[in-house]
């Protein structure tokens, strides 16, 4: 496996993943008529626009590489200094189901704490949907805090609760094993 940053070519692999990971996690909570017919499109779209067609300077991201098999299998996406008060925004972490609890989505935050550096003094953070039990678990054992509630923005015609993750200090993820 390898970590690489995320490049323009990884748009259609990226959406692939983010569609499936979606398809996985969230199940039961978005409409199934959007998770099997209309997400593969929406995160083309999606994706083509962060990458090609307006991309943001502020915006940086990392792959994970199955080099064996030739697929990225894990991804994360993020705002540098997105919010005044929040800091930098981890807009997408995601990893292929097949690929979960092995660490990957550890090492996706870890590359982002690098990227970011040691004079970064904003803190870093990312939603969560309130349902969605195993990432908060995973994001509550790397020492997330959960901040506030809202409401996400609309995917498949649903708005759903959501939870506000923050590390104020993005070096301690440097420091977990």
Same mark, same amino acid.
């Given at each position: 496996m390898r970590?690489?940053?995320?490049a323009p070519a990884d748009a259609p692999a990226v959406a692939l993943l983010h569609a499936t990971s979606w398809r996985?996690?969230?199940r039961g909570m978005l409409p199934d008529s959007f998770l099997d017919h209309d997400v593969v499109a929406d995160r083309?779209? @999606?994706w083509q626009a962060r990458l090609h067609t307006d991309p943001s300077s502020a915006a940086f991201g990392h792959v994970v590489e199955d080099t064996?098999? *030739?697929q990225l299998i894990a991804f994360t996406y993020a705002l540098? *200094? /997105?919010d005044p008060v929040w800091g930098t925004l @981890?807009?997408?972490? /995601? @990893? /292929?189901?097949d690929h979960k609890g092995q660490g990957l989505g550890r090492q996706l935050l870890q590359a982002v704490a690098r990227t970011l *550096?040691?004079?970064h003094q904003q803190p870093l953070h990312l939603w969560v949907l309130d349902a969605n039990e195993p990432a908060k678990r995973?994001?509550?054992r790397v020492g997330a805090e959960f901040a506030e509630r809202s409401l996400s923005a609309h995917f498949g015609g649903v708005q759903l609760p959501e939870w506000r993750c923050v590390w104020r200090d993005p070096a301690q993820l440097l420091a977990l094993g």
């Open positions: 970590l690489r940053a995320l996985s996690a969230y083309q779209t @999606v064996a098999a *030739g540098r *200094g /997105h @981890v807009d997408n972490l /995601h @990893v /292929h189901p *550096g040691p004079e995973f994001y509550a």
